[in-house]
């Protein structure tokens, strides 16, 4: 069956470090998210991508960065981490249309001390 | 911009209540309409969509109206169990956006036996 899976599930980190949150997907999707949930803000998306190469900001993007070089996965990585930037960060892909269900991955839980 | 807006939670009820969640939305076009939901230590998952207006999404015993006159989009269900105890968002996707959700801040729901 086809899913979506992030890495690691659940990461403490330093402030300052580099990090990198894994998302790959076996849908065959051409569009990806990454989005982050915090307690009285719903999920904001942070980056998305509609196909490879192709990467675009969110509402949220400051500090954040993704690439894309193939079709499964959109790694997530935070230049420098902040404490501000301990939250649960979750993935997601799509097909490409408005009326499409996006597919949600079981979250990354991180942590910046 | 597009926005959502739902009805804080948490909602308590007792098990067989019927629950009714309010979302209302501002969009510029004419959206697709979604209700996710996220169990505990689970990502988000779609319970139901609408596409177009007067359409009437249904699934596991919930149901909502997509109301263009209203712009509204409220989730029912007419008799809770405790399993139905989650997170729910309600969220758009605009045509010219693909596959992009903007969210609303999420209502937790308790159900009580």
């Known amino acids: 069956d086809a899913e979506i899976t992030q890495s690691p599930r659940h990461k403490i980190t330093e402030t300052g470090r580099q990090v990198t949150l894994a998302c790959h997907q076996t849908w065959n999707h051409n569009n990806m998210f990454w989005y982050r949930q915090d307690l009285g803000h719903g999920l904001r998306l942070i980056h998305y991508?509609?196909?490879?190469?192709?990467?675009n900001k969110g509402e949220v993007s400051d500090g954040y960065s993704v690439s894309r070089s193939n079709t499964e996965d959109l790694p997530l990585t935070l230049e420098s981490a902040a404490s501000s930037q301990t939250s649960v960060y979750f993935c997601?892909?799509?097909?490409?249309?408005?009326?499409?269900?996006?597919?949600f991955g079981p979250g990354t839980r991180l942590t910046v001390l | 911009g597009d926005s959502v807006t739902q009805m804080e939670g948490p909602v308590t009820l007792s098990e067989e209540a019927f629950l009714t969640i309010n979302c209302t939305y501002t969009a510029t076009g004419y959206p697709s309409l979604f209700w996710y939901v996220q169990y505990p230590g689970e990502g988000l998952q779609l319970l139901l969509k609408a596409t177009k207006a007067d359409d009437k999404g249904s699934n596991k015993g919930f149901e909502a109206t997509y109301r263009k006159e209203t712009t509204s989009f409220h989730l029912e269900k007419g008799s809770v169990q405790v399993s139905d105890s989650a997170v729910y968002f309600c969220?758009?996707?605009?045509?010219?956006?693909?596959?992009?959700?903007?969210f609303g801040g999420g209502t937790r729901v308790l159900v009580k036996p």
């Open positions: 991508s509609y196909g490879v190469q192709d990467t």
């Open positions: 969220a758009l996707s605009e045509k010219a956006a693909g596959n992009k959700l903007t």
């Open positions: 997601a892909s799509g097909r490409g249309l408005s009326t499409d269900t996006q597919y």
